[in-house]
């Protein structure tokens, strides 16, 4: 079993940068496809990005494409996601999130099965 912990988040101002780290422990992550979820306070989890096991595959939710770069080290067992001219829209609690069962990107939070704790995004006006 994999566990991923989430860091790199905080406040920002709109139009600022920032970059979040999945770290994986127990298991490397070249056996799974991972994915960045975010969720807003009232609203559903949302996806975010998603990469595939070989790295050959990225999906981006329409409102950050151009803005957001999934990417993953596997030497250091991390994701990363890179947020580049950040809206206040963007805040949210950020999750990483690990799934071996589908091939390719899922865009679903059901479809995966190891989640972190969250790390909180705010962007200021």
């Known amino acids: 079993q994999v566990q991923v912990v989430e860091s790199g988040g905080g406040l920002v101002q709109a139009g600022g940068s920032l970059r979040l780290s999945c770290a994986a422990s127990g298991r490397t992550i070249s056996s799974y496809a991972m994915g960045w979820f975010r969720q807003a306070p009232g609203k559903e989890r949302e996806f975010v990005a998603g990469?595939?096991?070989?790295?050959?595959?990225?999906y981006y939710t329409d409102s950050v494409k151009g803005r957001f770069t999934i990417s993953r080290d596997n030497a250091e067992n991390t994701v990363y996601l890179q947020m580049n001219s950040l809206k206040p829209e963007d805040t949210a609690v950020y999750y990483c999130?690990?799934?071996?069962?589908?091939?390719?990107?899922?865009?679903?939070?059901?479809?995966?099965?190891?989640w972190g704790q969250g790390t909180q995004v705010t962007v200021s006006s």
């Open positions: 999130a690990a799934t071996v069962a589908w091939l390719g990107v899922r865009v679903t939070p059901s479809d995966y099965a190891h």
């Open positions: 990469i595939s096991r070989s790295g050959d595959i990225t």
